[in-house]
């Protein structure tokens, strides 16, 4: 079939929108019709070529936060079905391998695969234009398109109710986020969460933040002010002092009347056999 996708024909050159070829999906893959893509600052590193050697070969199809509708399915397929809705993952979740089946999908043996650019079913492809053949970029996904081909691992069925031009978010920047928080800071009800910059990933680790119950959390969209002394535009001591009495994990002085407790280092326990080891 024709559609039309944003190929990268040459590092550091604008986005090409152009007509291009898509062969139908074969074996464990699905042909998916975009209805939103987000843009992720991934998709600029490509462009810069700061991720060369990580994403698929040039000339490739960018885009890896996509949400749309299901078109046709390839023989094997059995978790979605034409007229379904769904979100891709960046990192494919096959759910059989080692790491999938103990809960470790992010390490899915198919993400490997994707470095390629290729279909991670047989590492072909099944996207071409001006008669050379196309990467997908990142995830092996390929969402700068009206149309794309993906393996059945990278799809998400989602309910018909949800707005796809949102759900697309929830292919990367949002769980980047939210997992950021949640899963690899373990934030806990009690805990004092500053997260610095708040765009997409920033501002989904202050929802994952909230969510996991953390009682106060500060966002800066700076790390630090150009000068000693001077406040970093934007902030104001209200919107960025702590606003819980709760106190942090480290320190047993009392909160001070801002809420704040005194700044005192971590102390970590010693290694087993150390001096100061209770082993």
Known sequence: MKTNAAVLWEENTPWSVEEIDLDPPRAGEVLVE???????????????GDLRGFVGPLPTVGGHEGAGVVLEVG????????????????????????????????????????ASG????DLTT???????????????????????????????????????????????????GWGSAVNAGRVAPGDLVAVVGIGG??????LGARAARAPSSAASARAR???????????SPSSTRWRSS????????????????????????????????TS
């Open 75 to 114: 023989e094997g397929v059995r978790s979605v079905a034409p007229g379904d809705h769904v979100v891709f993952g960046f990192v494919p979740a096959c759910g059989t391998c080692p790491s999938c089946a103990t809960g470790h999908s992010n390490l899915c043996d198919l993400g490997g695969l994707t």
């Open 34 to 48: 975009l209805a939103a893509s987000g843009l992720c600052h991934s998709d600029e590193h490509v462009v810069t």
């Open 126 to 176: 099944r996207h071409h234009a001006r008669g050379r053949d196309l990467s997908l970029a990142i995830g092996s996904l390929g969402t700068f398109a009206h149309h794309t081909v993906v393996n059945e691992a990278s799809c998400i069925r989602i309910d018909r109710t949800h707005r796809l031009d949102r759900a697309c978010l929830l292919g990367c920047g949002v769980v980047t």
């Open 225 to 235: 002010s150009s000068a000693p002394g001077r406040r970093v535009p934007g902030s």
């Open 201 to 206: 990933i920033g501002a989904s680790a202050v």
């Open 246 to 277: 709760a106190r942090r994990p480290w320190s047993s002085a009392p909160p001070t009347p801002t809420g704040r407790s005194p700044r005192r280092a971590p102390t970590w326990p010693a290694p087993p056999g150390t001096a100061g080891s």
């Open 118 to 121: 290729m279909q991670v079913s």
